[in-house]
């Protein structure tokens, strides 16, 4: 028997707009059919996903969930809207670090790769 029981898996609902058009909207697409051409999928299949419930049932392939999670810049449970889009962020940074695309955390690594050097450079040079 499976330890994942789809029964006690927690979700929060989320009332009002759709989570999905709005986060399209805070990443800066006006319109569904702008996103839809960016993610290289029918504007009528985008519109659907917007459209559609929260959660399992939403409808939206785990495939096309991951691409909009990923062009978004967000979390795939908050594309399906299992996490509540109004939750305030995690504290640290861990969490944002993780949030990043593989592209932002190869920034992030290549600065603080360039933050150390200076601080090696510093104390052996007898600065602090």
């Known amino acids: 028997m499976s330890s994942l029981n789809?029964?006690?898996?927690?979700?929060?609902?989320?009332?009002?707009?759709?989570?999905?058009?709005?986060?399209?909207?805070?990443?800066?697409?006006?319109?569904?059919?702008?996103?839809?051409?960016?993610?290289?999928?029918?504007?009528?299949?985008?519109?659907?996903?917007?459209?559609?419930?929260?959660?399992?049932?939403?409808g939206i392939p785990l495939p096309a969930a991951w691409q909009i999670a990923d062009r978004l810049g967000c979390s795939i449970d908050l594309v399906v809207g299992r996490e509540d889009i109004d939750a305030p962020e995690p504290e640290g940074i861990q969490p944002r670090y993780d949030a990043l695309s593989a592209d932002g955390r190869a920034l992030v690594d290549s600065y603080l790769a360039y933050v150390e050097l200076g601080e090696r450079a510093a104390r052996s040079q007898g600065r602090r």
């Open 6 to 58: 789809p029964a006690h898996t927690p979700t929060c609902r989320i009332g009002g707009k759709r989570t999905l058009q709005r986060l399209r909207r805070q990443a800066g697409f006006r319109s569904a059919k702008d996103f839809a051409e960016a993610l290289g999928i029918p504007s009528s299949t985008y519109a659907r996903y917007e459209r559609a419930g929260d959660g399992a049932d939403c």
